[in-house]
């Protein structure tokens, strides 16, 4: 595949004259809706000719909420080796509260595909929202660990699940080592039934980084307790932050090159955005909300407002300002571009495969991306 960057006269059919492929592969490839208009600085995937064929192996998860869209994930499964349904919580007592939207159809499509689906465990409380409580309350008392690990066993085996992902967040400090130790008993619980434990990890560039986010997780010991780990390199641009890159690839770097040097690679996932912020300016600290948009909903407001799509070379990550009603506006997102330099990393420190947060909108020039330069693994 080849990326190549619109310039200012480009149309679909100049570019693929230039490049002697069919207009409809660019349209396909890159998900052009009619009239197919197109924004200077925008990346596009073209099928430039022959490849000689990927050959590093990795391994591709999707988390994904229960109200996917079925042609969304009929579309994301064939590059996919597992499903990460989001999400189960749990009691202080240890009873696991499943979804309240029915899943069923996303086990049964992934088993049909050939891919793993994933129970994904998470602290959420009644209100939504990651809940501290409930992790001291579970990891600190035998008796609600025992509980929960009975139930979770009881759940997968029943729903046809083929592992389980423990996204925890907001850990106590003190909880640390507890939680640790509840990462290697759920291991330990379902690994004789042939069960993959997998941790979702904060991203962490030292042992001692403060914060909420990461005190309670320790990557040696989280490393050596789970099957595999998920790196969350992604919202350094988030809903309440100011204007910046989702996972700018300098950040993201740094959180490898620490991992790698606490986790065994072959273990480690890298976690991959698949989605955009919107930031009104001036940003106000406390008071600004961003809103979450697409990667093709990104630039289709570029192309509807006519303002060139930037590309940061530092962040590795494409992003644009434009005007609506008087009020200016900031756009951060991915394209193939930041995708290929992500991408990067895996062969690069040897790392296990990748992490997508999430599938719910299908992107398809970052699959046809990834088709190209790996050999997706299958359970």
Do not use: C
Not at 180 to 203: C, I, T
């Amino acid at each position: 595949m080849e990326i190549y960057v619109v310039q200012s006269g480009d149309t679909v059919d100049s570019i693929a004259e230039s490049h002697g492929i069919s207009t409809s592969s660019v349209i396909y490839n890159n998900q052009l809706t009619y009239p197919y208009p197109l924004a200077v600085g925008q990346a596009l995937l073209l099928s430039s000719g022959e490849a000689s064929g990927p050959s590093y192996p990795a391994w591709v998860n999707g988390y994904a909420y229960p109200f996917i869209q079925q042609n969304v994930l009929d579309e994301t499964l064939p590059y996919l080796s597992s499903l990460s349904v989001f999400s189960y919580g749990f009691t202080t007592e240890g009873e696991l509260v499943p979804p309240t939207t029915d899943y069923t159809f996303m086990i049964e499509a992934a088993l049909t595909q050939g891919v793993r689906p994933v129970l994904t465990l998470t602290p959420l409380g009644p209100d939504g929202n990651f809940n501290n409580y409930l992790i001291t309350a579970v990891v600190n008392n035998q008796e609600a660990k025992d509980n929960l690990l009975n139930n979770l066993l009881a759940t997968v085996q029943e729903k046809n699940f083929q592992g389980v992902d423990i996204d925890f967040e907001y850990i106590r400090p003190e909880d640390r080592i507890p939680f640790a130790d509840f990462v290697a008993d759920v291991r330990n619980y379902l690994s004789p039934y042939g069960y993959h434990v997998s941790v979702a990890l904060a991203p962490k560039t030292s042992d001692d980084q403060a914060g909420l986010l990461y005190e309670g997780k320790d990557y040696r010991l989280l490393g050596e307790a789970a099957d595999s780990v998920l790196l969350m390199t992604y919202e350094w641009g988030y809903t309440y932050g100011p204007p910046m890159a989702v996972a700018p690839i300098n950040q993201v770097r740094r959180v490898v090159e620490y991992a790698v040097t606490r986790i065994d690679p072959a273990k480690i996932d890298l976690g991959i955005p698949n989605y955009g912020y919107d930031w009104t300016l001036p940003f106000v600290q406390g008071s600004s909300r961003a809103t979450t948009v697409s990667n093709l909903e990104a630039v289709r407001i570029a192309t509807e407002y006519g303002v060139p799509i930037e590309f940061d070379e530092t962040a590795m990550s494409p992003f644009f300002r434009y005007e609506k009603n008087g009020q200016l506006h900031e756009v951060w997102f991915e394209d193939v571009r930041s995708y290929q330099a992500k991408f990067a990393l895996l062969p690069e420190f040897a790392l296990r495969g990748m992490g997508y947060w999430q599938i719910m909108r299908f992107f398809r020039p970052n699959w046809i991306l990834l088709e190209d330069t790996f050999v997706i693994q299958r359970p």
